[in-house]
C-alpha cells in the first residue's frame, strides 16, 4: 500500500514560545530542538530573529546543532528581517526562510492601512529577496483563514512565481470551521498556477478549539505539510497538537498518509516540553493527558480488562504508556476490583470478591481514588491475606 508523505512542521520554540510565561532560554530550546529531531520532526521552526539578540542566539545554536531536520526562521516581508533570518541560519544544514504578509482586508486595511496591489508587490519583491539567502522559502499569508479566496489565489501565484517551496496558509485567529478551511484548500489547489510545484501547509489556531480539525480538513484537501506544536501550545488558545495530528493520520490507515514521527516518543517529548516551559498537560488531553488511558467507569473497566480495544482506539505503547491505567473509584465494579487486587498479589475467589467489594464501595464513596496502599488496607480489612 502507498503512503503519502506528511511533513511535521513544528513551530514549538517560535509560536509555542510566544505563550505569555514561556520564555526560554537558549540552553533549554536546544534541548527541546534536539528531541524533536529525534523524535522525526522534518522542519523545527527555531524562532524569530530579528526580535531578540537571544533568539537570533537560539537560531544560530539551533541551526549548529541539527543535522537532518531543517531548521526555518520566521521574519516579516521586510528586508532587514530576511538578512537577519539568513545569517541566523547560515550554519544550518538546510536552512528555510519563513516570510510572508497580512492578506486579510482587516489586516490590509486595518494593520498596513494598504490595498491589495501593494500587499501583492510586497509578497513578490519579499520571496525574491529571500531566495537570494536560501533555496527554500516558505511564504505565509498571514489571516488567510478570514482571506477572500480569489484574492489568497493571486498572493500565493505571486509567490510561486517569486520561487516560493512551500505556501503557508494559516488560519491565524482559529476563525475558520472544517469543511470551509478544506474547501480552501481545495480551491487553491484547483485555481493556483504552479500549485503543484509547492508543497501547501496548513497553520491552524484553537481559537474555536478546530485547529486539529481544520488541519485534517486541508490535508484531505492537499496539504501536505502541517505546522504545529507539542501539547497544542501557542497563541492565545493555542496551536494545532503535533500528537493530535500524527495519532489521527496513524490511526486512520485507509486514508494512506504518513509522517516519520516515532509515536512511541510522544508522551516523553509532551511531558519535556511542559515540564521546560511551566505549562502542564490538562489532564483529559488527548494522546498525552494523564488520563488519555485512564478507565474508572466499572462498564469501562469490565470491557478493557476483557479487550483493550472495547474502549480504547490507540494502544498505549504506540505512544510511550506502558499500559492502560484501571483507576479504583465508587463508580468501579467487581472486575476492576479483581483486577487491581490480582496486581498486588491477591487471587480473590468470587466469594471474597463480593466480601470485599460492599466494603470497598462503602471507602471509595469517601475517596476520589483508591490507591494501592488503600486498597491493601481494604483487602487486611476483610482479612485477606496475599496469595503468594
Known sequence: MTTEKVEIFDTTLRDGEQVPGCKLEKRKKLEIA???????????????????PGDFASVKAISELIKNA??????????????????????AVQPRIHTGIGTSDIHIKRKFNSNQQNVLERAKNAVTFARNYAADVE???????????????QVCEVAIKAGATVLNIPDTTGYCLPEEYG??????????????????????????GLATANSIAGIMNGAR???????????????????????ILKQHEQYQFDTNIKTQM???????????????VQANKAIVGSNAFAHSSGIHQDGIIKHRETYEIINPADV???????????????????YRAKQIGFNLSKLELDQVYQYFIKVADSLKTVNEKDL?????????KPTT
Open 34 to 52: 534536539e528531541r524533536l529531531e529525534a523524535m522525526g520532526v522534518d522542519i523545527i521552526e527555531a524562532g524569530f530573529p530579528i526580535s531578540s
Open 70 to 91: 531543517k531548521v526555518c526562521a520566521l521574519s516579516r516581508a521586510v528586508e532587514q528581517d530576511i538578512i537577519v533570518a539568513a545569517e541566523a541560519l547560515k550554519d
Open 139 to 153: 511564504f505565509y499569508a498571514e489571516d488567510a483563514g478570514r482571506t477572500e479566496n480569489s484574492f489568497l489565489a
Open 183 to 208: 474547501q480552501k484548500i481545495k480551491y487553491l489547489k484547483e485555481h493556483v498556477k504552479g500549485i503543484e510545484n509547492v508543497i501547501l501547509s496548513v497553520h491552524c489556531h484553537n481559537d474555536l
Open 225 to 247: 505539510q502541517v505546522e504545529c506544536t507539542m501539547n497544542g501550545i501557542g497563541e492565545r488558545a493555542g496551536n494545532t497538537s503535533l500528537e493530535e495530528v500524527v495519532m
Open 266 to 280: 510522544l508522551c516523553d517529548t509532551s511531558q519535556l516540553v511542559a515540564d521546560i516551559m511551566g505549562m502542564p
Open 320 to 338: 510511550g504508556v506502558n499500559e492502560s491505567n484501571i483507576v479504583l473509584t465508587a463508580r468501579s465494579g467487581r472486575a476492576a476490583l479483581a
Open 376 to 384: 491493601l488496607g481494604i483487602l487486611k480489612a476483610n482479612g485477606l
